[in-house]
């Protein structure tokens, strides 16, 4: 089936905004098995607008429309969906009715200009919003199915998945369910992961599991799509690939599915009934912001330094025994079970640009908990920013790694003499 995703908004046409509900909805067609043939952007232009969704009735089997779908006058969906399809706009007495509870819950009245998004094409599908006022529709223009969603990325993901997706897989005859198994890992880019994993029959001609990755610095996803008949089939199919990944990919394997690695940090920290402290340089704080804001912290998370010099965290410099000796004042000092320091000495001339491939910075991970401290040294190179990530996320996962009991200095893909 031939599929087009259609995003509306002088905003996203401008690049005054990043597009990310467009790749948020590639990719979901593409887990289940769709792909998309088609990506289109048009302004907030009516003449534009409805020569887009002639063009994709013409070419696309169903065309999942994004955007344009709010109460003011730049929002322009449903009155040029209903020019395309030659009928008129009807009022839903329904969808006004929810707007007017919702407000009503709140305390508030409803604006006059919210009337406006409960007119819809005339005998239009209705795709529910349980979480916005912007009424989801669907209508076909030309050959297509044309599926409306609101430019709210929350209110859109929930909607495409539990009202568009099943009704594109339907359109399609695809029958069965399909499954996406996600690995993140940390310290491999994604040729060496192909090299580790290309080889499985699982991935070769006819071997039934797609494998795919996607890189974005300093993690690596990588993907396993299947389809079949049931849950019990993909789980039986899934088992043992997933634990031949699992075994390639060892312990550069941070997460899976939707863990994150400070998930999985906390995870282990609340389960030994552990605490700890963090001290940072040059990061700017994002050590701790990756843990702290997180559901349960509040029982593990005792104190986070940031400084801009070694100094300022009890180290005498930006080596290995350094960074050692001040994870281990942090520990005395913060009550901590466990305290982790990042120091980092970012040379002079690297600037912004990760263009300059001699530039980079030295970063030295000191942990400490009840059996002593220990460090880990690494050259990054890159810009600045490149550098604060990569140093980021090498602390986390050098803490990980210590939870887990496994080895804290295995060298990273990214990582220079």
């Known amino acids: 089936m031939r599929v087009e995703i259609l995003c509306t908004g002088d905003e996203i046409l401008t690049g005054k905004t990043v597009n990310t509900n467009y790749s948020h909805i590639a990719r979901r067609l593409v887990d ?89 094409p005339a005998n239009a599908e209705f795709i529910d919003n349980p979480i916005g006022t912007a009424c989801g529709f669907a209508v076909t223009i030309g050959k297509a199915r044309f599926f409306f969603t609101p430019g709210v990325p929350r209110e859109m993901r929930r909607m495409l998945d539990e009202q568009v997706l099943p009704r594109l897989l339907a359109l399609g005859g695809i029958k069965g369910v399909s499954r996406l198994k996600r690995f993140h890992t940390f310290g491999i880019g994604e040729s060496r992961a192909d090299q580790m994993l290309g080889d499985m029959p ?143 000495d970012l040379d002079e001339d690297a600037g912004a640009s990760t263009d300059r491939p001699d530039f980079g910075g030295t970063i030295c991970i000191g942990l400490a908990d009840a059996g002593g401290a220990i460090a880990r040294q690494a050259r990054l190179l890159g810009g600045r920013d490149w550098v604060r990530i990569g140093a980021t996320e090498l602390g986390l996962d050098c803490l990980r790694r210590h939870l887990l009991g496994l080895p804290v200095d295995e060298r990273i893909d990214f990582e220079r003499r």
């Open 202 to 344: 699982a991935f070769q001609n006819g071997g039934g599991i797609k494998l795919g990755f996607q890189a974005h610095y300093p993690q690596l996803e990588t993907k396993l799509a299947l389809s079949g008949e049931d849950d019990g089939d993909l789980a039986a199919r899934l088992a043992p690939v997933e634990a031949e990944v699992r075994r390639r990919l060892g312990n550069f394997i941070i997460a899976e599915d939707d863990q994150t690695l400070e998930g999985v940090i906390l995870g282990k920290l609340l389960e030994r009934g552990a605490s700890l402290a963090t001290a940072e340089m040059f990061t700017g704080g994002h050590l701790a912001a990756r843990l702290a804001p997180l559901a349960g912290a509040e029982k593990v998370f005792r104190r986070g330094l940031v400084a801009r010099h070694a100094g300022e965290l009890d180290a005498s410099g930006v080596n290995p025994d350094a960074a050692a000796a001040a994870a281990q004042t942090l520990r005395e000092r913060s009550g901590a079970s466990h305290a982790l320091v990042v120091l980092i």
């Open 32 to 120: 289940v098995g769709l792909g998309v043939h088609w990506g289109t952007t048009v302004g907030d232009d009516r003449e534009s607008l409805l020569q887009a969704f002639r063009q994709a009735g013409e070419r696309a089997d169903a065309v999942i429309v994004n955007g344009g779908l709010g109460p003011t006058v730049d929002d322009l969906s449903q009155e040029v969906a209903a020019q395309a399809a030659g009928v008129e706009l009807e009022l839903s007495d329904y969808w006004l009715k929810r707007m007017e509870e919702s407000y009503a819950r709140r305390g508030r009245a409803m604006p006059p200009n919210n009337r406006k998004q409960a007119l819809l």
